[in-house]
């Protein structure tokens, strides 16, 4: 694309955005939460109150959360274990994922649809 359409796209995108900002500065809803937030921030600081202490306040329990990783680790079921057997070698290849470096090679040298019709079942 060259510079002068990109600058045209660029300049058509922002005029659009400031033709929504203006409907949004003349929206009632828009103004009533600009003033609810307004008054609510005042008299957090008349109190010396943060947003976290309200929240707090209102749901000790939200504070507490279980950490992300725990929670995937124990809904992964575990990967099961592959037994590939090369019949031109008899070589064979246990593994749980295709990342293996024998499994890969002969990927590359018989193809992939061949290798996965030597998975013993």
Known sequence: MSKLAEFRQLEKHLAEQLQALETLKGDAGLKEEIEFETKLRALLAKYGYSLRDIVN?????????????????????????????????????????????????WKAKYGSDTVESWLAK
């Open 57 to 105: 306040l209102l749901d000790p329990k939200s504070g507490r959360r279980a950490p992300a990783a725990e929670s995937q680790s124990s809904t992964r079921k575990p990967r099961q274990v592959k037994v590939y057997k090369n019949p031109e070698s008899g070589e064979v290849v246990e593994t749980k994922g295709g990342s293996h470096r024998t499994l890969k090679e």
